[in-house]
């Protein structure tokens, strides 16, 4: 016997609800275990998700911080300058990263190439 259109689309919406239920089921569990490493480790969100945290998804809370004393958190060391990877001579370097100095283009309209400035 050959189904209806609207049998198969209730069955379809009753499938739907079904893995609903099961994927709210899971993340529960998800949840509950995750919770319950960051309780056992002590992690704070800086440490789950770097410095820049994002805001919550619509429809979830943000997890409150757990006490911890500020001598045991664990921080990232500031960014350097970077190494030198130009220099002119002058003693003016460059890194190579973002834009290019004065005395660099400088020194290219003067005829020499970024190679000639490489350091060592």
């Given amino acids: 016997m050959a189904k209806s259109l609207k049998q198969v689309l209730s069955q379809i919406e009753k499938l739907q609800k079904e893995a609903e239920a099961l994927r ?4 529960s569990g998800v949840v509950a ?8 480790y002590g ?9 820049t945290l994002q ?4 429809g979830r809370k943000a997890a409150a911080k757990p006490a911890r004393a500020a001598t045991t958190a664990k921080r990232k060391a ?5 190494t030198p990877k130009y220099h002119d ?3 003016r ?6 834009k290019r100095p004065t005395w660099f283009k400088d020194a290219l309209a003067a005829g020499k190439t970024a190679e000639d400035l490489l350091i060592g």
Avoid: N, Q, S, Y
């Fill in 24 to 27: 709210a089921k899971e993340i």
């Fill in 33 to 40: 275990r995750i919770r319950e490493a960051i309780d056992h």
């Fill in 43 to 51: 992690l704070t969100p800086e440490e789950l998700f770097g410095a």
């Fill in 55 to 58: 805001r919550p998804r619509a």
């Fill in 78 to 82: 500031p960014r350097g300058a970077g």
């Fill in 89 to 91: 001579g002058a003693g």
């Fill in 93 to 98: 370097t460059w890194t190579g990263v973002g």
